[in-house]
């Protein structure tokens, strides 16, 4: 099957974590230091099967199969401070920044992340693009998460572009799902991007 062109579409929506930053290995260093301390097992696998679900929702997910009692709003909170202490390993994904700068100015682009968006904000501020789109949509603008296709949408909407004129650009199943949800075609990062490993201390 062909891969879409980003051309030949009206707008671009590209997902933040693992898709404009190589951050999903910074982000499991902070989720590996943050569980341990609750005694919660959290295995690379899983963190990169949930990929898209906000923190809270996560350690109430592995606090509730693991029978750990925990505030996962104060977790939560901790796992994305321990994420900022880290925040200077981030590097860009350079072959989907490419797209951004050379679609920047020429047509809508959006940011559409599962997560926080002090922590979405952080990122791209650290990359130097925080001010290169013209919507950033993140986890507090809709009630739903991927898979639903609910932030797609809303940066669809806020873009004043049809759905389905718009290119979704992902790095995880449950992302590629919820961007077909909405009636998007997307580019799936992983076919050409293999995260980093980062020592876990």
């Known amino acids: 099957m062909k891969q879409p062109h ?33 005694g919660i097992d959290f295995p690379v696998d899983r963190f990169y099967s949930l990929g898209g ?15 750990v009692e925990i505030d996962s709003v104060v977790a939560a909170t901790e796992k994305e401070e321990a994420f900022l202490e880290l925040i200077h390993l981030l590097v860009p994904i350079d072959p989907v ?8 100015g020429n047509m809508p682009i959006a940011v559409a992340s599962g997560g926080f968006r002090e922590i979405i904000l952080r990122q791209l501020m650290q ?12 986890a507090e603008d809709t009630p739903r998460h991927k898979p639903h296709p609910d932030v797609f ?8 572009v049809d759905p389905k004129r718009c290119l979704v650009y992902e790095d995880a199943d449950l992302g590629i799902q919820a961007a077909t949800a909405a009636g998007m075609a ?16």
């Open 6 to 38: 980003w051309m030949d579409f009206q707008a671009i929506i590209f997902d933040c974590d693992g898709t404009l930053t190589d951050s999903m290995p910074v982000h499991f260093v902070a989720w590996s230091r943050t569980m341990r301390r609750y």
């Open 53 to 67: 679900v906000p923190s809270d929702k996560i350690i109430r997910m592995l606090a509730d199969e693991q029978n």
């Open 97 to 104: 920044m490419e797209v951004v700068v050379k679609a920047r």
């Open 127 to 138: 990359l130097g693009c925080a001010d290169w789109f013209d919507a950033i949509v993140t």
């Open 153 to 160: 949408l809303e940066a669809a909407r806020r873009l004043g």
């Open 186 to 201: 997307s580019i799936d990062v992983r076919a050409f991007h293999t995260p980093r490993i980062l020592a876990i201390d």
